[in-house]
């Protein structure tokens, strides 16, 4: 019965893209930013680095998502079809003091709940506790391999920040023995400091028995471009992977599309993520969805434009909206014009790899890019 529900719901996902302007079913992952304020300051950080001439107020990393508000939101998901619930990205989930409660709460509905966190505020007992509320996956973005790498990208940590969260790492390895969950994803941002970590971040992951690690070219905008990889940089990396690969990983893993976003920077775009978005159309309208902490609905993580506000609105309404049908058929559009200005859309796309991944299936006998 729930195989058939599935298949169903990809049916009218896939009816709605063929469309191109409507959405037939729910999106498969909404995510929750609970709250703006982090722990942390990562030299990449595209909203806490010090390295940013125009710093985030106090106010605004002071906001929070309020709980009964966001708590009806996620039991409307469940009726409307949602599959997952990601929570956060803008800042550290686990510094969100109704987080247990949340987290309860998506698994009662039968979502899956997924949370991305940096990993300094876990410990023995949090972790015992994520595994005893059922949580699906464990996101943790790390951005190195070893201490020292880690405490020259993460200012004012040192090496036993690492060390510390290596250990709790290591603790659920020994749960995970008797039981599976939650699965655990190592997340690895790559610029021009770490870019030499990659294999130390594969061995890393495969000690801490990640069931995933994934690389992503970092998205860097006005001052934060002076970290970008050089091209010497690039075909070091390229270098690096075809020895990696050799020795084949353990562990789940996307080097190979990590690999052809470094080769296609190198040939004709100068990131890949910036080339993309004007060659194939964005599918994030029949997927993916975003609540930011003021109630906000964004159609994508980059998107300073919102659809609707889930405090006055339903968000089924807001998913089926005139707006939300704009951007679904102009985003479907290879090339992306001026009502993406406030989108980064040309200059730094978040979804590029789910979006080509699509594009391959719906178009399987058409030139690969």
Not at 217 to 235: D, V, W
Not at 310 to 325: C, G, L
Request: proline share 3%.
């Amino acid at each position: 019965m729930i195989a058939h529900k599935v298949f169903v719901t990809q049916i009218l996902r896939t009816l709605g893209i063929f469309n191109g302007k409507k959405a037939f079913s729910a999106p498969e992952t909404v995510q929750i930013i609970l709250i703006n304020n982090c722990n942390l300051n990562c030299v990449v950080c595209p909203i806490h680095s010090d390295h940013l001439k125009q710093k985030k107020e106090l106010k605004w990393k002071q906001k929070k998502q309020d709980f009964e508000t966001i708590k009806k939101v996620i039991s409307e998901l469940s009726e409307i079809g949602v599959k997952e619930i990601l929570l956060n990205a803008d800042g550290e989930p686990f510094l969100y003091n109704q987080l247990k409660k949340l987290i309860i709460h998506i698994k009662l509905k039968g979502l899956k709940c997924n949370i991305i966190t940096n990993g300094t505020l876990l410990n023995k007992k949090k972790i015992e506790e994520l595994q005893k509320l059922k949580l699906d996956r464990l996101i943790v973005s790390l951005w190195a391999g070893d201490a020292k790498t880690y405490s020259d990208i993460h200012p004012e940590q040192t090496g036993k920040t690492f060390t510390k969260i290596k250990e709790c790492l290591l603790q659920l390895k020994e749960l995970k023995r008797t039981n599976r969950i939650p699965q655990l994803s190592i997340s690895n941002t790559i610029f021009n400091k770490n870019y030499e970590n990659i294999s130390q971040m594969i061995k890393f992951a495969e000690e801490i028995d990640s069931d995933y690690v994934e690389f992503r070219i970092a998205g860097l905008l006005h001052e934060l471009r002076k970290f970008e990889l050089s091209k010497h940089q690039k075909e070091t990396i390229l270098i690096s992977l075809k020895k990696i690969n050799k020795n084949k990983p353990t562990i789940k893993n996307n080097l190979q599309e990590f690999q052809k976003a470094i080769s296609f920077s190198l040939n004709g775009s100068h990131r890949m993520d910036r080339g993309i978005p004007n060659k194939i159309p964005c599918y994030a309208g029949w997927y993916y969805s975003k609540i930011d902490v003021d109630g906000n609905v964004h159609p994508c993580i980059n998107c300073n434009n919102p659809m609707g506000n889930i405090k006055n609105t339903s968000f089924k309404k807001i998913w089926h909206s005139k707006e939300y049908n704009k951007f679904r058929k102009l985003a479907k559009q290879k090339y992306k014009g001026s009502y993406f200005k406030n989108y980064l859309c040309n200059q730094h796309c978040c979804l590029y790899i789910k979006n080509l991944s699509i594009y391959k299936k719906l178009n399987p006998f058409k030139k690969q890019l």
